[in-house]
């Protein structure tokens, strides 16, 4: 099981940190791939960074540099790091560890 937490209000150019935490059989030490993926109304689920098992990280050019991931593996949990912020960014956000998906929660970015 996954769960996401960290989400809520901010405002334009603020910074939030996202949590997942991963509990029952799922190992973030042992995970092939760490994801975070958003979802705005209306649009399509997008992919927004990722860690590979090596550690090797990656994020969408449309991001700009403005997202990061990191893990814990000792807490077993994945982060989300997100910067300067946009209102464009307001999105449910969700975490994915291999098959395996959270509920995501929700940022909102406001003027």
């Known amino acids: 099981q996954l769960s996401e937490s960290g989400g809520g209000l901010v405002q334009v150019g603020e910074s939030l940190t996202l949590a997942c935490t991963a509990s029952?059989?799922?190992?973030?030490?042992?995970?092939?791939?760490m994801r975070w993926f958003r979802q705005i109304p209306g649009k399509e689920r997008e992919w927004v960074a990722q860690m590979l098992s090596t550690g090797t990280t990656y994020s969408p050019e449309f991001l700009k540099g403005r997202f990061g991931i990191s893990r814990d593996n000792a807490n077993n949990r994945i982060f989300l790091f997100m910067n300067n912020l946009q209102i464009e960014d307001t999105a449910l956000y969700y975490c994915?560890?291999?098959?395996?998906w959270g509920l995501g929660t929700q940022v909102t970015v406001s003027s």
């Open positions: 994915n560890v291999d098959t395996e």
């Open positions: 029952g059989d799922i190992s973030i030490g042992s995970a092939g791939a």
